[in-house]
């Protein structure tokens, strides 16, 4: 046990600000907690001007990234820049150089992974990240520590808020998605351009972290389908709501199914009485079941400045508390699995179609579906338009992934088929 505990902060955006003002609020807790002093020694950052609403030291700022990564006495380095480079580079330097490192950094842990670990424990240092996914949730430290006596057997994740925000409001409200999106940017909850989030790629990325740990093995995002909400629509909602009883919600998903490891994002319907059903607005939550736990809900915010610090503090307490712990993460007893492609999944499906309001219309839908053997346990027709155009809105059965995209694409080049049709996965668990 040291008597004092070095830190470097390297980022002092929204996140970093949050951490130094926590350092500021709660130091006297987190010495008690760790038995020794803890200092917030150096935070580097481009800009050390902008005044951040937090009293800081001017003294430990600096500009130069060396005054963190070649400081001996330095112990911990916090990244919180985000994006690939320099932060890669940073982080690499400082393990090199004999320092924990403490990061938020999704997308880099998703696509740097194996070279991260290898430099970590090649350096005999720790790397911790549970800022990465759900903010504040204590989330991957429970699912990689607490839960370990389990075999985890599926896990289901709502950890995108912008998402999560949009399809809540168009639920609670009728509003369509552009309306609503609008709304997310101006409160800040869905940047200007918000393709990373609702297409589902930030999703993805945090699913990549869950299924490391969950399962043991990494997955590259193309190695898996990924699809987002922007084709949702308003008559969807309120179809799936009012008459259905499912919400709509982005769902990562990660299972063991037949031997073999389902990974995949996409819309979702989900029972209104699902836990995960009543995860609305900004908030995260994460179902998961394990082989001798059964199912386990975590929930809370997914992000935001001081639940996302809390978690970046709580690392660097647990560090402190046990430097000495190898980097250990997911079950080390099977081989790497083979991933399940999305073609050979069986689900229930949600259809909507937009077609030209004539007779032999559904028969001839029908007919498609049959001869791919999709049977129906519900169709419905909203309105009539005689001779103008009517969404048509089915139930499957239980069907092939593969079948349904093979069905869907011969139906859509019917001419009497006015749009793409829309086809939304079910879950059944």
Known sequence: ?????????????????????????????????????????????????????????????????????????????????????????????????????????????????????????????????????????????????????????????????????????????????????????????????????IEGHDTAQKLIILTILGFGTYVEQDKFHVEGISKIKQEDIEFIKNELGYSIKLLAIARIEEGKLEVRVHPTLISADHLLASVNGVFNGVYLVGDIVGPVMLYGPGAGMMPTASAVVGDCLDIMENMERPNIYGPKDTEVMEIKNIEDICSKYYLRLTVLDKPGVLHTISGILSRYDISLESVNQRRKNEGGEVPIFMVTHEALEKNIRSAVKEIDELDLVKEDTLFIRVLED
């Open 1 to 197: 046990m040291k008597d004092i505990y070095n830190v470097g902060l390297i980022g002092f955006g929204t996140i970093g600000a949050g951490v130094v003002e926590t350092f500021n609020r709660n130091l006297n807790l987190m010495e008690q907690k760790v038995g020794a002093k803890i200092k917030l020694k150096r935070i580097v950052d481009l800009d050390i001007e902008t005044d951040r609403g937090v009293a800081v030291d001017k003294n430990v700022l600096s500009t130069d990234i060396n005054d963190i990564l070649e400081d001996p006495e330095i112990d911990i380095v916090i990244e919180l820049i985000g994006g690939y480079e320099p932060a890669k580079t940073f982080i690499l330097k400082a393990m090199n150089h004999g320092k924990h490192v403490v990061t938020a950094n999704k997308a880099l842990l998703a696509k740097h992974w194996e070279e991260i670990l290898k430099t970590a424990n090649d350096n005999n240092v720790r790397i911790c990240f549970e800022a990465s996914v759900g903010g504040g949730i204590p989330l991957l430290e429970p699912l990689n520590e607490r839960l370990a006596a389990n075999h985890i057997k599926s896990i289901y994740g709502i950890i995108n808020g912008t998402a999560n925000y949009i399809l809540t409001k168009m639920t609670e409200e009728g509003l369509d998605f552009d309306e609503v999106l609008k709304e997310a940017q101006d409160k800040g909850y869905a940047e200007q351009d918000p393709t990373f989030d």
